[in-house]
T-cell receptor, first 116, second 114 residues
Framework: KQEVTQIPAALSVPEGENLVLNCSFTDSAIYNLQWFRQDPGKGLTSLLLIQSSQREQTSGRLNASLDKSSGRSTLYIAASQPGDSATYLCAVRGFITQGGSEKLVFGKGMKLTVNP | DAGITQSPRYKITETGRQVTLMCHQTWSHSYMFWYRQDLGHGLRLIYYSAAADITDKGEVPDGYVVSRSKTENFPLTLESATRSQTSVYFC?????????????FGSGTQLSVL
């Protein structure tokens, strides 16, 4: 059974720091991995999706990397801003299993606070 | 450009009552999902649907019923609400589920069962 872990559960940093958020998963047979952002009282917004054949994806100040063999992904946030304060979740998607349907397995998230 | 909307935003009910949470999407996405989010458990899949009239169980389906008579709607019903079903419920949709499709989430329904 796939398990996704995000450590630490919370992080507080001053504005301007470059950040690395970690995500680890137990089963390396994944189809893709997504990083989401969740603001308080809101739904999840997809930030980046990395296919299993890819090593990284970039969007603006965000860069996500994937190392399937070690079961790890990192989300790099450059020059953090107070507006980056949110909970960040990673989710992995496995391959279709016979008689079933693959689904996303989520980590519990990491709450980021960027202080001005 | 409404996207995916959930209603109600907040709901308080009593144990034993039937409750229906609504989910509507304007994109005509084929796939729709219901998740619940709880402290200590993260997001867990309740039910999903690949198309109208096609639904299947997720990780935690007990006590819930879904239907999908129209592509755009995917209501979730708690047949007899229990305190353990107090949670935040999220509906999500995806155009397909066989490639690089992203998942789009609604804003959630916060349900309290007293």
């Amino acid at each position: 059974k796939q398990e996704v872990t995000q450590i630490p559960a919370a992080l507080s940093v001053p504005e301007g720091e470059n950040l690395v958020l970690n995500c680890s998963f137990t089963d390396s047979a994944i189809y893709n991995l997504q990083w989401f952002r969740q603001d308080p009282g809101k739904g999840l917004t997809s930030l980046l999706l990395i296919q299993s054949s890819q090593r990284e994806q970039t969007s603006g100040r965000l860069n996500a990397s994937l190392d399937k063999s070690s079961g790890r992904s990192t989300l790099y946030i450059a020059a953090s801003q107070p507006g980056d304060s949110a909970t960040y979740l990673c989710a992995v998607r496995g391959f279709i299993t016979q008689g079933g349907s693959e689904k996303l397995v989520f980590g519990k998230g990491m709450k980021l606070t960027v202080n001005p | 450009d409404a996207g995916i909307t959930q209603s109600p935003r907040y709901k308080i009910t009593e144990t034993g009552r039937q409750v229906t949470l609504m989910c509507h999407q304007t994109w005509s996405h084929s796939y729709m999902f219901w998740y619940r989010q709880d402290l200590g458990h993260g997001l867990r899949l309740i039910y999903y649907s690949a198309a109208a009239d096609i639904t299947d169980k997720g990780e935690v389906p007990d006590g819930y019923v879904v239907s999908r008579s129209k592509t755009e709607n995917f209501p979730l019903t708690l047949e007899s609400a229990t305190r353990s079903q107090t949670s935040v419920y999220f509906c999500a949709s995806s155009e397909r589920w066989g490639g690089v499709e992203k998942l789009f989430f609604g804003s959630g329904t916060q349900l309290s069962v007293l």
